[in-house]
């Protein structure tokens, strides 16, 4: 039968404590990079499901140790995983136990745990391709380890193959390198007469998928262990040394993919670079540059040192020169700004348009060829196109209890030092004078003077005795 024929659903343990992290999170949404352990798991089994290899119809992940807070991760951002609830944990058997009234309909079930963040797509769609076309009860990936503690041994005598957890090891079982990745797919017809006959008479008192093994091969049934070329994908992460290595790899692997797609970077080992990050050929990343989140970056952009970008987009050739903290925003074509510059929440760098030095931009459109060069405060702003902003501006947006509107329209001269008291509107071609307090509306072309006119005291140095 071909793998596409056949029903396949995944199930991703991602219940337990994680008890070796020491952490208030569940393991499983601690962070990696940018995003949770489990994004990892559940990306790779999106692409699987997208794939016309490794066919992979339907996705439910076992929650259950801070299982609330596992669930709205789940419905924020995988609305195509089912949470199934595993109240009390008590092994990962378990898990696979309270699953089954939705794996009983499908034709295959593969079980994955949500701590393996490395593990690709190419792999697990060649694991259900393979298991399909052989007609094995169960298949399993196995892996050598350099350091196999922790892990349960694959233990193979004769025609018979086993898992034992460590806990329950003898010597020269602890010895054997060869070890379990916890990533299986089971015919469900095979699994299901086995499922309940699994015990907790072990170390841990827990009832381990594992045994599900030597108790299919004992029964006759044919397993095959697939021991992988290399140890790399197959990673657990159970504690904050693995989760550290594993961030590391992951940042590794996504940095290679940028370079290979023609991204340049100076210094590679500097940057970052989150996994939903996209980022077109010919730009240029100079040396410590973070890019996080949904960020965009387009052709002929150009990112300069100690940025922060996260959930942005640069258009073509838009240039961010550098110390840029910039969040939720958009720079449109040819757009420059920096150094030095905040710019958030929704904010809208139009074509053309410039932000400065000193500069902070929040829920604000700068429009086509207008420049904030330097020094200045924009909040809830609409700034028409090739309007000039003067430095020392600010938008007085805030009364104490709403935030208020500014609007300036094409072509203005906003004189520096200008208080813009919102709401407050500004027409086409209108100017301010220098240090004005602008509290009322400036109409089209007028010039709004709201200073106190210079007076000059003449003498006054030497009555005051200063000479
Ligand atoms: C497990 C395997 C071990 C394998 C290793 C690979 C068992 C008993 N052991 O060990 O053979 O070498 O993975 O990394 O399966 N979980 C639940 N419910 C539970 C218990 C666990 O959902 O009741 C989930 C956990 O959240 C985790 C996954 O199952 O995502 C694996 O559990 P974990 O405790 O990490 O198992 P290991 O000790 O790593
Ligand atoms: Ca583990």
Not at 5 to 23: E, W
Not at 43 to 72: I, N, P, W
Not at 390 to 416: E, V
Request: glycine share 10%; net charge neutral.
């Amino acid at each position: 039968m071909s793998a596409s024929r056949c029903v396949t659903g995944a199930l991703v343990l991602a219940a337990g404590k994680g008890t070796r992290m020491k952490s208030d999170l569940p393991k499983v949404l601690l962070p990696v990079l940018d995003q949770p352990v489990l994004y990892y798991v559940l990306d790779t089994l999106r692409r699987c499901m997208a794939s016309s290899k490794g066919r992979v119809q339907s996705l439910a992940v076992v929650v259950g140790h801070r299982g609330e807070t596992v669930q709205e991760y789940l419905s924020s951002n995988w609305p195509e995983a089912l949470p199934l609830w595993q109240h009390e944990q008590l092994g990962t058997g378990h898990a696979v136990q309270i699953a089954k009234e939705w794996w009983t309909g499908l034709d295959h079930l593969l079980v994955l745990p949500g701590d393996v963040p490395l593990l690709t797509e190419g792999s697990l769609s060649a694991l259900v391709q393979d298991h399909v076309a052989s007609g094995a009860d169960c298949s399993f990936i196995s892996f050598h380890a350099a350091d196999p503690s922790g892990y349960g041994r694959v233990v193979r005598e004769r025609k018979e193959i086993a898992i034992i957890e460590e806990k329950d090891a003898t010597k020269a079982q602890k010895a054997l390198t060869e070890v379990n990745s916890a990533i299986y797919i089971f015919k469900t017809s095979s699994l299901l007469p086995h499922i309940y006959r699994l015990d907790n008479e072990n170390a841990q008192g827990e009832f381990y998928l594992p045994d599900i093994i030597a108790m299919m091969v004992r029964a006759g049934g044919k397993v095959t262990a697939s021991l992988a070329p290399e140890e790399g994908e197959f990673a657990g992460i159970n504690t904050p040394l693995q989760l550290a290595d594993a961030a590391t790899a992951l940042r590794r692997r996504i940095l290679r993919r940028h370079l290979s797609a023609g991204v340049r970077m100076q210094d590679p080992d500097s940057v970052w670079i989150g996994p939903e990050v996209v980022i077109s050929d010919n730009v240029l990343l100079e040396p410590s540059v973070q890019l996080w989140g949904r960020t965009k970056v387009d052709r002929g952009a150009h990112v300069g040192s100690f940025s922060i970008l996260r959930n942005v987009v640069l258009e073509e050739d838009a240039c961010v020169v550098s110390h840029a903290v910039l969040s939720d925003s958009v720079f449109r074509k040819g757009s420059q700004v920096g150094p030095f510059i905040v710019v958030r929440d929704g904010a809208v760098f139009e074509e053309d348009s410039r932000g400065g030095k000193f500069v902070e931009v929040k829920k604000s459109r700068v429009g086509k060829g207008s420049k904030v060069p330097h020094l200045a405060y924009i909040g809830d702003a609409e700034i028409g196109a090739e309007t000039n902003i003067g430095a020392g501006t600010i938008t007085c947006n805030y009364d104490g209890k709403n935030k208020n509107p500014t609007t300036i329209g094409d072509r203005c001269f906003i004189g520096s030092d200008t208080m813009l008291v919102a709401p407050v509107n500004v027409g086409d071609d209108g100017f301010t004078a220098a240090g004005s307090v602008i509290t009322q509306d400036v109409p089209e072309g007028a010039l709004a003077v709201g200073r106190v006119k210079q007076r000059n005291i003449e003498g006054w140095a030497k009555r005051a005795g200063k000479k």
